[in-house]
């Protein structure tokens, strides 16, 4: 039987990471993890019960308060994420929490909370996980790391078409604002910032499509198998 590995992929925002992890994941039989699905869930409870994202102390007291966990709906074939029992993959793909995640995900006792929660799932290998520091501080030794960018034009295209489906009133400009204001937050922050790890293959998509770009992540995948 070939080897388990760990596949970290990150990138910038709306890069199609998810869409990568959830095709190799299933293509290995591996569990994929949506990183970024736990930050939102967190930004969710802490719009809801108005948590203070300058209070250390209400911050501490707030994440104890959180159990997150991704169970398998086998009527779509993925992960979905539930918060404190609730399933809110939905709710969480809102403008509204793509305008706090950012901010919540900078801070320090937030990463460490998704970060230790990150690794116990990773403990096994056998795992595709997409963020923005997995390879680089969640999994430092994953056996696969990518790190996808593209065209920002096209990746404002992208993430405008998936919001448009469920609110026809977005639009582009809120997007492309949105997409570069999360980008320079996750790329400048003190803890943890979105940056490539020096082992990480470049995989720019802006002119692949999607079964060229998993082709090519299989191939790699099969190097280190
Ligand atoms: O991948 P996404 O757009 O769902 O991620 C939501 C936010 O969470 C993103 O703006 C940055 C943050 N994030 C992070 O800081 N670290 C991760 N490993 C994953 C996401």
Do not use: H
């Not at 501490?60 to 966990?69: F, G, M």
Request: glycine share 4%; charged share 30%; hydrophobic share 45%.
């Amino acid at each position: 039987m070939a080897k388990k590995i760990i596949v970290a992929i990150d990138g910038w925002s709306s890069c199609g990471k998810s869409t990568l992890a959830k095709q190799l994941a299933k293509e290995l039989g591996y569990i994929y993890v949506d990183s970024g699905a736990m930050y939102r869930a967190i930004a969710l409870y802490f719009l809801r019960n108005n948590i203070d994202l300058t209070s250390t102390k209400d911050i501490t007291v707030a994440l104890k308060n959180i159990n997150l966990e991704f169970i398998f709906n086998a009527q779509n074939g993925s992960s979905e994420i539930f918060l404190n029992g609730e399933n809110v993959e939905y709710l969480i793909r809102d403008m509204l929490i793509a305008e706090k995640v950012s901010n919540v995900a900078a801070i320090k006792e937030v990463r460490e909370f998704a970060v230790a929660q990150q690794q116990k799932m990773g403990a096994k290998k056998g795992i595709v996980m997409d963020g923005r520091d997995i390879g680089t501080v969640v999994f430092p030794k994953a056996e696969l790391k990518l790190f996808m960018t593209a065209d920002s034009a096209i990746r404002v295209q992208r993430r405008f078409k998936e919001l448009f489906e469920k609110n026809p009133n977005i639009s582009i400009e809120e997007v492309k604002d949105n997409l570069e204001l999360r980008d320079y937050i996750d790329s400048n922050r003190e803890v943890s910032p979105l940056k490539q790890a020096k082992d990480a293959i470049v995989l720019d998509n802006s002119n692949l499509s999607e079964k060229q770009q998993f082709q090519l992540a299989v191939d790699w995948v099969k190097e280190k198998i």
